[in-house]
């Protein structure tokens, strides 16, 4: 594996996002809906570098297997539990792909008629773009390739990992046990 994002680095982005939120939205309440697992840690700290008054709410939604390559579908693992009519609302995501992921779960929030819909992301990753779905704070633009650490997983594993690493698909940390 590679190093591609520190720590720092990181904490960087994350603190910018926080401050272009929270001039954003200054005084207005805001729900930051989680989208689980991979965005668990970045919430964690992004929610620290906002200023304005905000709750949390968590989804899962899946679109990947196992491995490294989308499946195309979209499988809501924990629904939303909360009544976003009339709010702001703001869709915390790890990384966005082909899109796909973001694209259904958009229209299914905006469909519960929020005040205010947009959407916020650690990484984009341009390369397979397959649906014109653009968030509307970015942290960190990359090409390709697939990621771990920071919350991101293959597996399941290394999510625990501080910084952002590239995943060598022919190498595999741990071949046979994951
Ligand atoms: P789509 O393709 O729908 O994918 O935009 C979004 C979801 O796919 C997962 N994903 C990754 N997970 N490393 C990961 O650990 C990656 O490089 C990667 N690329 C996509 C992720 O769960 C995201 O929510
Ligand atoms: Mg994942």
């Known amino acids: 594996m590679k190093l591609l994002y ?3 680095e990181i904490a960087r982005h994350v603190k910018e996002l926080g401050a272009q939120i929270s ?28 200023t304005a008054p905000v709750t949390l709410e968590f989804i899962r939604v899946s679109s990947y297997g196992s491995g490294t390559t989308s499946s195309g579908e ?10 976003i009519a009339g709010k702001h609302v703001l869709i915390v995501e790890d990384i966005i792909d082909t899109g796909l992921t973001l694209k259904v779960l958009h229209a299914y929030l905006r469909n519960q008629q929020p005040q205010s819909l947009k959407c916020c992301t650690l990484i984009d990753k341009k390369k397979y773009r397959q649906v014109d ?14 990621i771990i650490g920071y919350g991101l997983d293959y597996n ?11 995943l060598d698909p022919t190498n595999l940390p741990f071949q046979g046990e994951a």
Do not use: H, W
């Open 23 to 50: 001039r954003d939205y200054q005084d207005q309440e805001l729900i930051l809906l989680v989208v689980l697992k991979g965005s668990m840690l970045f919430a964690a700290d992004l929610c620290r570098e906002i």
């Open 6 to 8: 520190a720590q720092e």
């Open 133 to 146: 779905f653009e968030a509307d704070y970015v942290g960190i633009t990359m090409e390709d390739g697939f």
């Open 74 to 83: 979209i499988d809501f693992k924990v629904p939303l539990q909360c009544d």
């Open 156 to 166: 399941e594993r290394f999510r625990n990992l501080a910084g952002i690493y590239l």
